[in-house]
């Protein structure tokens, strides 16, 4: 779908089922979503977006220009609206306070042997490793690996090929209720944050939440 238009995404998205339909909206990139949204008709942006679930759709939300973001809620329906909004609401939780600048990085073509040297070498102080992320030219996330993927693989192989580019995300306004569900639904001990073009700003760990999840029960 990241290779098409969006005119053949909207028409692909409406023969699917509601449920299927969702889950490639949630799994396309943030960066693909919010150019989607951005050129899509605010209606059919609203359409769209009554098939995603709510965190995924604030997400999608925050990423585009406030004006837009008004008139798509405009054509939602009411309980969508309402629920949306008020989710909305929370991002001025600021998560920039509490997330970690101690993550690794490396290059497509890294090989195995050289990532493994590299955490010798880089993360001596680190007190947290769950995943190491990829970079390309531009400094973009492009994928993400954990340890276990690492070790799995010979020493000459770049890490290119086993990477995960299907990558769960958060911005900066993600409020934190939002990462804690993405979190807990995925199975991750940690997200990697980034700006609209897609540079990795840090990580928000489980223990950064943990305080959060503390407080609410």
């Known amino acids: 779908l990241e290779k098409t238009n969006e005119r053949n995404v909207y028409k692909f998205l ?19 979503q919010r150019e989607l949204f951005l050129h899509f008709e605010p209606e059919k942006s609203a359409n769209m977006l009554e098939l ?37 609401s929370l991002s001025r939780t600021p998560i920039g306070k509490i997330i970690s600048s101690e993550y690794l990085s490396v290059a497509p073509t890294t090989t195995v042997h050289e990532v493994i040297e590299k955490i010798k070498k880089d993360t001596t102080e680190f007190s947290f490793l769950a995943a190491i992320y990829v970079l390309n030219n531009q400094k973009q996330l492009v994928g993400v690996f954990n340890l276990h993927d690492l070790i799995m ?3 000459e192989t770049p890490v290119y090929k086993f990477m995960v580019q299907n990558i769960m995300e958060i911005r900066l306004t993600t409020p934190i209720e939002i990462a ?10 940690a997200l990697p944050v980034v700006d609209n073009e897609k540079h990795i700003i840090g990580m928000l760990t489980f223990d950064h939440v943990a305080p959060f999840i503390y407080k609410k029960f």
Do not use: C, W
């Not at 949630?26 to 693909?32: A, D, F, K, P, S």
């Not at 965190?55 to 629920?83: G, H, N, T």
């Not at 804690?180 to 001990?189: G, N, T």
């Open 14 to 32: 409406r023969i699917l089922d509601k449920k299927f339909a969702a889950e490639v909206i949630g799994n396309l990139n943030i960066n693909y």
């Open 52 to 88: 995603v679930n709510d965190e995924e759709a604030v997400d999608i939300l925050l990423a585009i220009p406030k004006k837009r973001r008004e008139e798509i809620i405009s054509f939602l329906k009411e309980q969508k609206k309402i629920s949306l909004t008020q989710l909305m």
């Open 153 to 155: 693989h010979d020493r």
């Open 180 to 189: 804690i569900k993405k979190m807990l639904r995925y199975h991750l001990p």
